[in-house]
């Protein structure tokens, strides 16, 4: 049973992540933190020493989001190419997703700390590198057990899924439709089908 305080920290995590995925690190000023979680300044730095700290945990929490939504389906599913299309498919629960709203946190983020927040946008970078690599993964193994067919270039395919599929998310998020996202699923799953599925 976590204890009072380790449920208030997971309350500021959880309540921070909106806000930053929401108006971006730079965007959200202390007030809106204290607002949101309902704590006075000095609570906040009771357990994060500063903005940049708590920011940092948000992030964590955001990107993790993915993985939540990723790992029954995965368990769900063995073949590398069905793998591919439910990857893709999470991106259409993070249209609106209520827990941590305002897309994905890992292309906010990257967009935003590009130049500005060298720590946010090295845990964006390797966020990133986490997804590419997943899809790596799925794709390599599915070439060694047959699944996909052998030449399939896997660093080729991962780069272009994960572009397609941010790139679709941002495009739903600022026109306020899922019919973006929605053609890239059937995207990946006519490219699966069609090119990828040995």
Same mark, same amino acid.
């Given at each position: 049973?976590?204890?009072? +305080?380790?449920?208030?920290?997971?309350?500021? &995590?959880?309540?921070?992540?909106?806000?930053?995925? $929401?108006?971006?690190?730079?965007?959200?000023?202390?007030?809106?933190?204290?607002?949101?979680?309902?704590?006075?300044?000095? +609570?906040? !730095?009771?357990?994060?020493?500063?903005?940049?700290?708590?920011?940092?945990?948000?992030?964590?929490?955001?990107?993790? $989001?993915?993985?939540?939504?990723? *790992?029954? *389906?995965?368990?769900?599913? $063995?073949?590398?190419?069905?793998?591919?299309?439910?990857?893709?498919?999470?991106?259409?629960?993070? &249209?609106?997703?209520?827990?941590?709203?305002?897309?994905? %946190?890992?292309?906010?983020? %990257?967009?935003?700390?590009?130049?500005?927040?060298? %720590?946010?946008?090295?845990? %964006?970078?390797?966020?990133?590198d986490e997804f590419v690599a997943t899809v790596r993964r799925i794709l390599d193994k599915g070439i060694a057990r047959g699944e996909i067919r052998p030449?399939?270039?896997?660093?080729?395919?991962?780069?272009?899924? &994960?572009?397609?599929?941010?790139?679709?998310?941002?495009?739903?998020?600022? !026109?306020?439709?899922?019919?973006?996202?929605?053609?890239?699923?059937?995207?990946?799953?006519?490219?699966?089908?069609? *090119?990828?599925?040995?």
């Open positions: 049973m976590p204890t009072k +305080g380790e449920q208030t920290r997971d309350k500021i &995590i959880r309540s921070a992540a909106a806000v930053f995925n $929401r108006s971006g690190f730079s965007g959200t000023s202390m007030s809106d933190l204290m607002r949101e979680t309902g704590l006075e300044k000095g +609570g906040l !730095y009771n357990h994060f020493p500063s903005k940049e700290a708590l920011a940092l945990e948000a992030f964590e929490f955001a990107r993790g $989001r993915i993985a939540r939504h990723l *790992e029954p *389906e995965f368990k769900r599913v $063995r073949n590398a190419a069905d793998r591919l299309i439910v990857f893709a498919e999470v991106f259409l629960d993070l &249209i609106d997703d209520t827990e941590v709203p305002g897309g994905c %946190a890992v292309f906010n983020t %990257a967009v935003e700390a590009d130049d500005g927040n060298p %720590a946010l946008r090295a845990v %964006a970078q390797e966020a990133m030449e399939v270039d896997s660093a080729y395919e991962a780069t272009i899924f &994960i572009a397609l599929m941010e790139g679709a998310l941002v495009m739903s998020r600022l !026109y306020g439709d899922p019919v973006h996202v929605e053609r890239a699923v059937e995207h990946v799953r006519t490219r699966v089908e069609g *090119e990828l599925r040995a």
